[in-house]
């Protein structure tokens, strides 16, 4: 199982800090892949069993791009996972489907692990499940899904911080789906939390969670850990 923590702009170096201290102690982090993914002002060398990426990096080893994390500074900190396409860098922040191609291209060729995100908006999910394969088809346009270190997360976008979550046979449905396109591990995101976490991740398909504000507590992070057993 992979059980992942995406921070978002949460925490701080020296929290980090003693988020992973304590999350070493965490038995089950030895039987499962844990990866943690704090802010770039966070990013730090992680305990044993744990795996640091980076939310968001660009398309180059270093150059005149403010703002960026480029190579240079993501081998500093030996970090080589990122998380790519989520949809608050897609509706929040704009990048369109080729950009984020184009980022995942660069970076599986730098033998990157990728986290790529893909999921539907509310309007979709309502359209049934037709509309809604349609829509994550476009999503995959200019992906390889063949990628041996790809790890595909399904985080439906009127999920992701509602309290909200698709009913079972949703996930199921729309894991068999992307089990069809590729056969990388596949993870649910979108409001998991450590009280539904457990039957979550023994759902058929459903390989592990990627996990946003509820991570943010190191305590319910360890218990979604224990969940995966």
Not at 83 to 111: C, D, M, P, T, W
Not at 122 to 133: F, I, N, P, V
Not at 165 to 192: H, M, R
Request: glycine share 8%; net charge negative.
């Amino acid at each position: 199982m992979i059980i992942a923590a995406n921070f978002k702009t949460n925490m701080t170096r020296a929290s980090t800090s003693e988020y992973l201290n304590t999350l070493s102690k965490c038995e089950e982090i030895k039987s499962q892949r844990v990866i943690v993914i704090p802010p770039s002002s966070a990013l730090q060398d992680a305990p044993a069993g744990v795996e640091i990426a980076v939310q968001n990096a660009y398309t180059v080893r270093s150059g005149a791009f403010t703002g960026e994390l480029g190579l240079e500074q993501l081998e500093e900190f030996n970090v080589n996972t990122v998380l790519i396409g989520h949809s608050e860098r897609r509706h929040v922040l704009g990048e369109s489907q080729e950009e984020i191609a184009k980022k995942y291209e660069y970076f599986k060729n730098e033998g990157f692990s990728i986290i790529y995100c893909l999921g539907e908006p509310e309007a979709l999910r309502d359209e049934g499940e037709e509309a809604l394969e349609a829509y994550m088809q476009t999503q995959l346009d200019g992906i390889d899904t063949t990628y041996e270190k790809l790890i595909v997360a399904y985080e439906p976008v009127w999920a992701i911080g509602t309290g909200r979550v698709p009913t079972n046979e949703q996930i199921v449905e729309t894991l068999s789906f992307l089990n069809t396109k590729t056969e990388a591990p596949l993870l649910y995101g979108g409001s998991v939390k450590a009280e539904n976490s457990k039957e979550i991740l023994h759902l058929d398909g459903c390989d592990g969670i990627l996990v946003g504000g509820a991570s943010l507590k190191v305590e319910d992070f360890c218990t979604m850990i224990k969940n995966a057993k």
